[in-house]
DNA sequence: GCCAACGTTGGC
DNA sequence: GCCAACGTTGGC
């Protein structure tokens, strides 16, 4: 069992579009980086738990959590010219971006704030908190994952 | 909108 | 293989 944190801007889609989704189960699609695309493809499992987080937006932080229901599979939007994601070095035989679906297990009352991360002590080391930090997708240790839980 | 940090691309 | 230029991310 794993924990992880994915990143998403709101306004592409937020945690209240996931709960909005049939079975509140959607496609990760359109993580276009290499690193986060093997951790998506090679090291997640199906009953793997992830803290959504909202980027990009008036409050960044971490908005509920996800579980991992299906392990990664080709990620089709970059297969659609006329998504915005589209990249033609994928292609069905040879795809080169990868996915997961995700369910809602439940969406926090409030966001847990960046700011609320970046001053909790044993939050120090996280990934998501290192400068310059770009990464959609990364694994969290089972202590970063506890002590977020206590912020909520 | 600004800008620092980072990843990718492409010429050489 | 180097590295400058460029595009993207993401907080502010």
């Given amino acids: 069992m794993n924990y992880w944190l994915l990143k998403s801007e709101p306004d592409a889609f937020s945690i209240t579009d996931l709960a909005q ?18 951790y998506l493809r090679d090291s997640m499992r199906r009953g793997d738990l992830a803290f959504f ?14 579980e991992i ?19 033609p070095a994928s292609t069905p035989d040879k795809p080169r ?8 297990r439940r969406a926090f009352k409030h966001v847990i704030s960046l700011q609320e991360l970046k001053s909790c002590p044993p939050l120090e080391d996280m990934k998501l908190l290192a400068r310059g930090n770009r990464l959609s997708v990364m694994p969290l240790t089972p202590a970063e994952w506890s002590a977020i839980l206590d912020l909520e």
């Fill in 21 to 38: 989704r049939p079975g509140r189960t959607e496609h990760w699609d359109g993580v276009r980086n290499y690193q986060a695309r093997n």
């Fill in 53 to 66: 987080y909202h980027s990009s937006c008036a409050a960044p932080g971490i908005a509920g959590i996800v």
């Fill in 69 to 87: 229901v299906r392990e990664g599979y080709p990620d089709f939007t970059a297969f659609d010219p006329f998504d915005t994601h589209y990249d």
């Fill in 97 to 104: 971006w990868y996915m997961v679906d995700v369910r809602l």
